[in-house]
């Protein structure tokens, strides 16, 4: 059973091949859990945004 055109067991050595997988979908699950937690931040707060004004500051006439 030790013919090199059909191997038993294969093994992946490589650093990439072992890590790229799961780094990449733990980014790609950071990602979402981070838009997550802003949307329910947002949320939470009425849906009022004020980017760093305080809410009782007079408007200037842009209703963003």
């Known amino acids: ?3 090199p055109k059909h191997p038993l067991h294969v093994r992946i050595n490589d ?3 072992l890590w790229l997988e799961p780094i990449g ?3 790609f699950g950071a990602f979402f859990l981070f838009v997550v937690i ?3 931040y947002v949320y939470k ?4 945004t ?3 004004k305080d809410s009782e500051s007079p ?5 963003f």
């Open 50 to 52: 004020t980017f760093g």
């Open 1 to 3: 059973p030790r013919d």
């Open 45 to 48: 707060r009425g849906g009022e």
């Open 15 to 17: 650093t990439l091949g």
């Open 25 to 27: 979908f733990s980014a």
């Open 38 to 40: 802003v949307t329910s």
């Open 59 to 63: 408007t200037d006439g842009y209703d």
